[in-house]
Structure formats: structure tokens, C-alpha cells
């Protein structure tokens, strides 16, 4: 039997961007706490929506760690 991550249904994020091109960590995090406190079952860090293509090694990493803290293990977290 498999088993599963999780059910229900997961949101793919957005990285959201400051004007220069950065990052915007805050926001980031304010996002992954809307979503889960709107009652999300998952979410998807740096998928084709997340801007991973665009993103250097530091920075993906930074994002996932970043999502990771504002999640705080209150649901799954799948990271691209």
C-alpha cells in the first residue's frame, strides 16, 4: 500500500518579487500563513509557479528554508 503525503487539495505559491528582482521574504512568508490558516491541505515551494527556473541556488534554498519557517510543520510542504 502507498502511502500518501496528503490529501485534499495543495496550493502551488507564487515566489513573490521585489521590484529590483529579489526576493520578497516577507512576503513569502505572510503567503504561506494566509494559505494555511484559509485551510489549504499542502503547499508547493518553488514549482514552475515559484519561479524556480529563475532563481540561483542561494536563493532557492532561502525560499524553502523561509517557507519552511513560516509553515511551522502545519502541513505538508513539497518543494521543487
Known amino acids: ?19 529590483d528582482g529579489s526576493v ?3 512576503r ?8 494555511v490558516k ?3 491541505d499542502a503547499l508547493v ?9 529563475t532563481l540561483n541556488y542561494e536563493e532557492h ?6 517557507a519552511a519557517k513560516a509553515n511551522a510543520g502545519r502541513v505538508p510542504l513539497i518543494a521543487g
Open 1 to 19: 500500500m502507498k502511502k500518501r503525503v496528503f490529501t485534499g487539495a495543495a496550493t502551488a505559491l507564487i515566489t513573490p518579487m521585489n521590484k
Open 24 to 26: 520578497n521574504f516577507e
Open 28 to 35: 513569502l512568508s505572510s503567503l504561506v500563513d494566509e494559505q
Open 38 to 40: 484559509g485551510g489549504i
Open 45 to 53: 515551494i518553488c514549482g514552475t509557479t515559484g519561479e524556480k527556473s
Open 61 to 66: 534554498v532561502r525560499v524553502i528554508e523561509t
